[in-house]
């Protein structure tokens, strides 16, 4: 079945330096893939998001890179700053399938831990 | 403007009880999202609305959930005889359409089973 996985659970930097997320999935159907930040007894929020035909696409201080050959999905974040502390996690969805219908739903993955140390 | 809120934000109830669980999406949104997160785990999507109608249940773990929306806003996700199994995070989220790509999330109401 699909599934969206990641690769570390944990990830532990020091403020100022730049951080990687990494993400595997297994869907080669989807159509875009979504990174989502969640800080504690929030729900998640968006973060970019990269169409399956894309390989990059920057935004304010993150820039996710899509590997659609080995299905890595990675999202890092330039000068990491304590308030960047959170859950991380991808996502993905499929938009349209037989029939012309729209799927409303996203996969998410298990989620990796940033912490930023001051 | 006003986000997604869900309400209550914690609720404790014993086994076997009955509990509903509101969502207020996002004014003019019409695709409204249920996800359920697990202690330290990811969401896992329960079921969406389009509109009034639920095109896709297929997450729904049991017949003991259900959930209706009505006016095409307002949901209320329903579990009867609640176990201790069903305690997580119920997450709520709605974009302007099946198709957005972002969804806005709710705090979510966290269940607790006894």
């Known amino acids: 079945g699909e599934s969206v996985g990641l690769h570390l659970p944990t990830l532990s930097v020091q403020e100022g330096d730049n951080s990687i997320i990494n993400c595997a999935y297994s869907n080669s159907a989807s159509d875009y893939f979504i990174w989502y930040k969640q800080e504690s007894g929030k729900g998640p929020q968006f973060i970019i998001d990269i169409r399956s035909n894309m390989d990059k696409r920057q935004g304010q201080r993150v820039t996710v890179l899509l590997n659609k050959t080995v299905k890595h999905l990675s999202l890092q974040i330039a000068a990491t700053q304590p308030g960047d502390s959170a859950v991380y996690f991808c996502?993905?969805?499929?938009?349209w399938g037989a029939g012309g219908t729209s799927y409303g739903k996203l996969t998410f993955g298990q989620g990796t831990i940033l912490t930023v140390h001051p | 403007g006003a986000g997604v809120s869900q309400s209550p934000s914690n609720k404790v109830t014993e086994k076997g009880k009955d509990v509903e669980l509101r969502c207020d999406p996002i004014s003019g949104h019409t695709a409204l999202y249920w996800y359920r997160q697990s202690l330290g785990q990811g969401l896992e999507f329960l079921i969406y609305?389009?509109?009034?109608?639920?095109?896709?249940k297929s997450g729904l773990p049991s017949d003991r959930f259900s959930a209706e929306r009505t006016g095409g806003s307002v949901s209320t996700l329903t579990i009867q005889r609640t176990q201790q199994e069903d305690s997580a995070v119920y997450l709520c989220a709605s974009s302007q359409r099946t198709g957005s790509i972002e969804q806005f999330f709710g705090p979510g109401t966290r269940l607790t089973v006894l």
């Open positions: 609305f389009q509109g009034n109608s639920a095109p896709d």
């Open positions: 996502a993905e969805k499929t938009l």
